[in-house]
């Protein structure tokens, strides 16, 4: 582009960096997304296809953006965690964040046929964007500690109010001054769930701990190389365990293979275009995987957006037949 006399204009632009050596962590939640719930007839107090919605999103924007190295989702809002070391963007925050924000809003809308079927989208949903900066590892896991439990607070509230308001035909303003006097013991709404036939325990976990997206290396059928694969896992991200077996998100170390255990598993996240009359090949586009132990190696390598489609519960179906 030719240089003009207005562009010294460009100088006036703000800059503002994340600082270096911290953990960032982009944070959108859903701006007034409980009317927009009703709007669209969400089921109470959980919609499970709106939850994966929300993960098919967050893996797109995993896809697009390498240095992600785990997402955290629960509700209507995502967290994602990038690697300590990122030079994303020089470490500009409105950047990053506007290119997380945007990515993830669009997905959504792209995606929302394929999880919602027939329910018309009546209006655009809008996502509000935080940015954090963690300089420990003890901050970082706090922080997704303190979301998750965030959720089990939340969630066991819920259950008991819809409870009272759908199973106890009680209305919303009954239910809500029932349970005002014991909003914080939370044993208590375990005993009314209990009153209605409800075992909290036994409600998926998918509800109860949210969502966490990693990326693992998977051999594929066909090729037999390592791809690398966007997994969505429901787990407990308060003790170390989960930290022992995925240490290379913190110790930005090459991607492990995944291997699936009795308290990782997760949900199948729908296959990609399922929605465009098969006009587009479902045949995987992918490169592999560079396996090693230099510094490269550790950087995680941009692959196809299809990646992230696979049915853990049955991996001979991974990734389309």
């Given amino acids: 582009m030719a240089k003009s006399k207005y562009e010294y204009v460009k100088n006036f632009e703000a800059e503002d960096k994340c600082l270096p050596n911290c953990w960032i962590v982009v944070n959108l939640d859903g701006k007034c997304f409980q009317r927009f719930a009703e709007m669209h007839g969400f089921e109470k107090p959980n919609d499970k296809r709106s939850l994966e919605l929300m993960s098919r999103s967050a893996a797109a924007v995993m896809e697009e953006i390498r240095d992600i190295v785990l997402a955290y989702g629960q509700s209507d809002e ?22 997380v924000n945007s990515l993830f809003s669009a997905a959504f809308v792209f995606y929302w046929k394929s999880f919602l079927g027939f329910t018309n989208m009546l209006y655009p949903p809008a996502f509000e964007g935080h940015v954090y900066l963690f300089p420990s590892e003890l901050n970082l896991k706090d922080y997704l500690s303190w979301r998750q439990i965030e959720l089990h607070a939340n969630n066991l509230y819920s259950s008991a109010f819809w409870a009272m308001v759908l199973k106890g035909k009680l209305s919303p303003k009954e239910a809500e001054e029932k349970l005002r006097p014991i909003a914080f013991v939370s044993h208590r709404h375990e005993l009314i769930l209990k009153d209605y036939g409800i075992i909290y325990g036994n409600e998926p976990i998918l509800f109860r701990k949210g969502t966490t997206l990693v990326r693992k290396l998977v051999p594929l059928p066909g090729d037999g190389k390592f791809h690398q694969v966007v997994f969505p896992l429901c787990i407990d991200l308060t003790n170390d365990e989960f930290w022992r077996e995925n240490s290379e998100i913190l110790g930005l170390k090459p991607l492990t293979v995944f291997k699936p255990g009795n308290n990782n598993l997760g949900f199948p996240i729908k296959r990609q275009m399922n929605d465009m009359n098969g006009d587009i090949s479902m045949k995987p586009n992918m490169k592999p995987a560079e396996i090693g132990n230099s510094a490269n190696d550790a950087k995680i390598k941009p692959f196809d ?3 992230s489609d696979v049915n853990i519960k049955n991996k001979q179906d991974t990734m389309g037949k």
């Fill in 78 to 99: 995502y967290s994602f965690v990038f690697r300590k070391d990122t030079g994303l963007f020089n470490r500009r925050t409105e950047k990053i964040l506007t290119i």
């Fill in 305 to 307: 957006r299809r990646m």
